[in-house]
C-alpha cells in the first residue's frame, strides 16, 4: 500500500464534484423560480454523512478516540473533575468540551455517536448561518468543504465548537453589544482556548477599515514573506534569555521547526483573494455585516504572512479566520453581472478546489472509510498512523 497516491483522494473528489454539481442545479432552479429546498437538504445530508459517518481518517482521532474511551461517565465524578489541575489521564481538554463529552457518553452515546452529533451541531449552525447571511446556499457549503470546513471538523474537533460559537457572535459585533459577543466567545475558550483570540479583535472587527490599511497590510505582508524578515525571532530569543530554563529552550525549538516561506500554490491564492475582495470591497462593506468578514479575511491574512517565520502559530491563528472565506466567496460571486465573469469563478473554483483537495488527501492517512460500508477497526489505524505519521508529518 503507497504512503502517497491519488488515488486516497477519490472519495473526497467525487463529494466535491457532487456538491459543485448541487450548486449549478441550486442556480438553475432559482433561476426557473422553482423550489430549492431539496437540493439545498441534499446537500447538508451529504456533507452530514460523509463527515459525520468518517472512520479513522487524518490523525487527531488518535488522541480523540483514547480521550473519550477513558471519560468516565456523570454519575462517577464530581465537579473538580472539570477544573484545569484534576488529573484525565489521555484528556488536556478544557472543561466546556469536556463537559459536552461527558453527558453524551453518560447518556449511553458512544465515540462514533459523538462524532456524528458534533458534525451535526455545527452542520446545523452554519445551515442557519449561510440562510441568512448568503444568495447561494450550496455554494457557501462547497467553500467550507474546500477551504477548512472539512480539516476542521475532523482534526480540529474543539476548535469547530469555538469557531461555531464566534460565528454566532458576530451579529453582536455589528450591534455593538459587547457583553453577549464577550458571553458567546467566553463560552468558546471552554471548548478551546484559541478563542481568546476573538475577544481580543472585537474593537478590530468591529470597524469599517479603510481600504488603504488593507494595501498597507497587504504590501507590508508580502515584503516580510518574499523577502523572509523575521522580526519575531529576535524578539523571542530576546524573551527567552530573560525567561532561561525549560520554557527557553521550547520556545526556541517550537521557533526553529516552524519556517515557512516561498511562492506556492497557496501564496498565489491567497494573494489572489485579496485582490478579489479588494475589487469588490466597496460593495462589501455597503453590505449589512459583510465588512465583519471582510476584517476577519484582513485577519487570516495577517497571521499567514506576518508570522511565516513562526508558521506553527501563523497557521493556528488564521485557521480561526478561515471561515470568511465561507460567507465572502458566495458574496461575491452574487455580485457578478456577466457570464463571463462567472464562467471564471466557477473554473477556478473547480480547478483550484479539485488541486487542493488531492494535495490534501493524497496520503495514507486520509484513506476514507465510513461506518455505513464499514471501516477499518483501531488497532489496523493506530498500525498505520505509528507507521507513516513520521514519514509524513516530517516531511
Avoid at 525549560?246 to 515557512?260: E, K, M, W
Avoid at 480547478?351 to 496520503?363: C, V
Wanted: glycine content about 6%; charged content about 15%.
Amino acid at each position: 500500500m503507497p504512503v502517497f497516491s491519488p488515488i486516497y483522494s477519490i472519495p473526497y473528489l467525487f463529494v466535491f464534484f457532487l456538491l459543485f454539481l448541487m450548486w449549478r442545479m441550486e442556480i438553475s432552479r432559482m433561476n426557473r423560480y422553482q423550489s430549492i429546498n431539496m437540493i439545498r437538504n441534499t446537500a447538508f445530508v451529504l456533507l452530514l454523512f460523509f463527515i459525520g459517518l468518517r472512520g479513522f481518517i487524518y490523525s487527531d482521532w488518535i488522541s480523540y478516540y483514547s480521550a473519550f474511551e477513558a471519560l468516565p461517565t456523570a454519575d462517577l465524578i464530581d465537579w473538580s473533575y472539570f477544573l484545569p489541575t484534576a488529573e484525565r489521564g489521555d484528556s488536556d481538554w478544557e472543561p466546556g468540551f469536556l463537559l459536552y463529552a461527558v453527558l453524551l457518553k453518560s447518556l449511553g452515546v458512544d465515540y462514533w455517536g459523538w462524532s456524528f452529533i458534533s458534525v451535526l451541531i455545527d452542520l446545523f449552525i452554519l445551515s442557519f448561518l449561510f440562510k441568512k447571511k448568503v444568495k447561494f446556499y450550496v455554494l457557501a457549503f462547497v467553500i467550507f468543504y474546500v477551504y477548512g470546513g472539512f480539516g476542521i471538523e475532523v482534526n480540529l474537533m474543539r476548535n469547530s465548537k469555538s469557531i461555531i460559537l464566534f460565528l454566532l457572535s458576530i451579529r453582536y459585533v455589528k450591534t455593538r453589544q459587547f457583553l453577549p459577543y464577550l458571553f458567546l466567545n467566553l463560552l468558546g475558550c471552554s471548548f478551546h482556548s484559541s478563542s481568546l483570540v476573538y475577544i481580543l479583535l472585537y474593537f478590530f472587527l468591529s470597524r469599517r477599515i479603510p481600504k488603504k490599511i488593507f494595501w498597507w497590510v497587504f504590501l507590508v505582508g508580502n515584503i516580510i514573506f518574499l523577502f523572509q524578515i523575521q522580526f519575531i525571532t529576535p524578539i523571542l530569543i530576546h524573551v527567552t534569555d530573560l525567561l532561561g530554563g525549560r520554557i527557553a529552550l521550547q520556545l526556541l525549538t517550537y521557533v526553529a521547526g516552524g519556517i515557512s516561506y516561498g511562492i506556492t500554490i497557496g501564496y498565489l491564492e491567497r494573494c489572489f483573494m485579496f485582490m478579489l475582495f479588494i475589487r469588490y470591497y466597496d460593495k462589501l462593506i455597503e453590505g449589512s455585516d459583510m465588512y465583519i468578514y471582510l476584517n476577519m479575511f484582513l485577519a487570516y491574512f495577517f497571521f499567514f504572512f506576518y508570522f511565516a517565520e513562526f508558521s506553527i502559530i501563523g497557521k493556528r491563528l488564521s485557521v480561526l479566520f478561515i471561515p470568511s472565506y465561507w460567507f465572502l466567496l458566495p458574496t461575491v460571486y452574487s455580485f457578478l453581472i456577466t457570464r463571463k465573469t462567472k464562467v471564471y469563478f466557477c473554473l477556478f473554483l473547480f480547478l483550484y478546489g479539485s488541486l487542493k483537495i488531492i494535495s490534501a488527501n493524497n496520503n495514507i492517512l486520509s484513506k476514507y472509510d465510513n461506518l455505513l460500508f464499514g471501516i477499518e477497526n483501531y488497532e489496523t489505524r493506530r498500525y498505520m498512523f505509528n507507521r507513516y505519521s513520521e514519514k509524513l508529518f516530517v516531511n
